[in-house]
Every structure is written in structure tokens, then in C-alpha cells.
């Protein structure tokens, strides 16, 4: 069974920086698509930022310049390092990841943009 832990959410002033990750565990395939998605108070769930596994990354054009999605194969593992951080990216962050047949979501991870 496939279990996602996040970690790097948190409390930050505009400007700030944060970086957030998800490991990924329990499976015996290599995963495909890696990504980022949020969901702000009272707005529907929206992509952030996705990487393949040959490392090709698509952004929201809202984080475009600001937000860099990596990710380690080795270890299963994606990352967001968020920059200038804004008051409208405060949002619960879920990472999601996509096996052969099937995908997975993490649990969430709180991030506060405010002063």
C-alpha cells in the first residue's frame, strides 16, 4: 500500500520561503507523474506544479517564476520550494502521485502566507 507523508508547511510572512516535500512509500513500481495541487478557503482544488519522471515540470501560471518543483527517483520523493510567497498562495497543499495503474494523495500540509 502506498503512503504519502508531507512535510514543510507553516506560517510565513509575505515574501518568505518555504519548501515542502512528500516521500512516498510501499510500492514496488517507479512512479510517473509527480505534482503539487492546493485548495484555498472556499476555492476548489487547483494544480500547482507536476514533474514526469524524465524531469519535464508544467507550472500554474500564478506560481510561475516564484515556485520550483524537483523531484529524487531514488528516494521517491517530490519538493516544492516556494519563494516570494504571496497572501493568496495560502492554501492546504496535497501532493499527489501517479503509479502505472492507480495514483495516490498525500494527507495536506497547511501553508500561511501572512504578517
Known amino acids: 500500500q502506498v503512503q504519502l507523508v508531507e512535510s514543510g508547511g507553516g506560517l510565513v510572512q509575505p515574501g518568505g520561503s518555504l519548501r515542502l516535500s512528500c516521500a512516498a512509500s510501499g510500492s514496488s513500481f517507479s512512479f510517473n507523474d509527480m505534482g503539487w495541487y492546493r485548495q484555498g478557503p472556499g476555492k476548489q482544488r487547483e494544480l500547482v506544479a507536476a514533474?514526469?519522471?524524465?524531469?519535464?515540470?508544467n507550472y500554474a501560471d500564478s506560481v510561475k517564476g516564484r515556485f520550483t518543483i524537483s523531484r529524487d527517483n531514488a528516494k521517491n520523493t517530490v519538493y516544492l520550494q516556494m519563494n516570494s510567497l504571496k497572501p493568496e498562495d495560502t492554501a492546504v497543499y496535497y501532493c499527489k502521485v501517479e503509479g502505472p495503474y492507480n495514483y495516490w494523495w498525500g494527507q495536506g500540509t497547511q501553508v500561511t502566507v501572512s504578517s
Open positions: 514533474i514526469t519522471r524524465s524531469g519535464r515540470t
